[in-house]
């Protein structure tokens, strides 16, 4: 049955029943004590059950109060937190950035110098795994991988991409030139599924799509098969750097080859207007592509 409590009461309840005071919980809540008598006695009766043991000079939970209190404690509390993360008062100073899961892991250890630079500056990364997610409006920086030569105006080129080969410790013993990749099981990147054509193509090696038995939604599970020697797999070059540099124990098993798309700064005409610290984030980001 839906009671439609008040989430004032609710309040109310949780702070008398944290103080065993109707005077505290009165001063924290700016209310007077009688109107937290009042929304005590509202809620006891929206319930049909008493919360108090109202004494002369004391105050006690009734065992069915005590048994209401930490779900009313925890609900407020989630409450809360929705609530400051979702309108946080200084959400101005918070930029939204999407990108692929596999690049904002290869940002994060980079990430310490900007916010060395920026410290007051939040950053909210989101995933580009499921596209609708997100409005576009509510995007600050939009980074997105797409071939090369685009025409399209709202699209700042950020890198050239490579891509190479990557093995586990033990798999790799058996790799000595590209050949011996088709040997592999072949971990496949849903939505990359040319890569490994492409990357084989480029040694005149033709892909066994009867070795393609893994399949993964993004570069860094990719990775982690590779690690555990379950397969071998293509990824972006930054990205496999990356993983090495992190400890993950693959090992790059082929040489690079140029890939036909790059990283871009994705912009739109519904994309809002742009935060104080949208420019310096975006030029932190130019100078770390540049540097790679």
Same mark, same amino acid.
């Given at each position: 049955m839906?009671?439609?409590i008040n989430?004032n /009461?609710?309040?109310?309840?949780e &702070? =008398?029943?944290?103080?065993?005071s109707f005077? &505290?919980a !009165?001063?924290?809540?700016?209310?007077t004590?009688?109107?937290? !008598?009042?929304?005590?006695? !509202?809620?006891?009766?929206? *319930?049909?059950?008493?919360?108090?043991?109202?004494g002369?000079?004391s105050?006690?939970?009734?065992e069915v109060?005590k048994?209401y209190? %930490?779900a009313?404690r925890e609900s407020?509390?989630?409450?809360?937190?929705s609530t400051d993360g979702?309108?946080?008062?200084n959400?101005?100073?918070?930029l939204? #950035?999407?990108?692929? #899961?596999a690049l904002?892991?290869w940002?994060?250890?980079k990430?310490h110098?900007?916010?060395?630079q920026y410290p007051?500056?939040?950053?909210k990364?989101?995933t580009?795994i /499921?596209?609708?997610?997100? @409005?576009?409006?509510?995007?600050?920086i939009?980074?997105v991988?797409?071939?090369?030569?685009?025409p399209?105006?709202?699209?700042?080129k950020?890198s &050239?991409?490579?891509?190479?080969?990557i093995?586990?410790l033990?798999?790799?013993k058996g790799?000595?030139? @590209?050949?011996?990749?088709?040997?592999c099981q072949?971990?496949q990147?849903?939505?990359f599924e040319d890569? /490994?054509?492409?990357?084989?193509s480029?040694f005149?090696?033709?892909?066994? =799509?009867s070795?393609v038995n893994?399949?993964?939604d993004t570069?860094?599970?990719?990775?982690?098969l590779?690690?555990?020697? *379950?397969?071998c797999?293509?990824?972006? @070059?930054?990205?496999?750097l990356g993983a090495i540099?992190s400890?993950?124990?693959?090992?790059?098993s082929?040489?690079?080859v140029p890939?036909n798309q790059?990283?871009?700064?994705s &912009?739109s @005409?519904?994309m809002?207007?742009?935060? %104080?610290?949208t420019?310096?984030?975006?030029a /932190? *980001?130019r100078d770390i592509?540049?540097?790679?």
């Open positions: 839906n009671r439609n989430l /009461w609710l309040r109310t309840f &702070a =008398t029943a944290r103080y065993l005077t &505290a !009165s001063k924290e809540l700016g209310l004590q009688t109107a937290v !008598s009042i929304q005590i006695k !509202s809620l006891e009766t929206k *319930l049909g059950q008493k919360l108090f043991i109202r002369p000079k105050l006690d939970l009734t109060g048994a209190l %930490p009313v407020l509390r989630s409450l809360s937190v979702l309108f946080n008062p959400q101005a100073n918070t939204v #950035v999407r990108a692929s #899961v904002i892991v940002l994060a250890p990430l110098d900007f916010k060395a007051d500056v939040g950053i990364f989101v580009s /499921w596209p609708d997610g997100l @409005e576009m409006e509510d995007v600050d939009d980074i991988l797409a071939a090369n030569n685009q399209h105006s709202k699209l700042e950020l &050239a991409e490579r891509l190479v080969s093995s586990g033990q798999v790799a790799i000595h030139s @590209e050949a011996d990749l088709l040997q072949l971990v990147i849903t939505g890569h /490994w054509d492409h990357y084989l480029h005149n090696l033709r892909q066994d =799509t070795a893994l399949q993964v570069s860094v599970a990719a990775c982690e590779v690690a555990c020697n *379950l397969g797999a293509v990824v972006l @070059e930054r990205f496999a540099e400890g993950r124990e693959v090992l790059l082929g040489q690079a890939l790059s990283h871009y700064f &912009a @005409e519904t809002k207007v742009s935060k %104080p610290y420019d310096a984030f975006k /932190w *980001l592509f540049r540097e790679e």
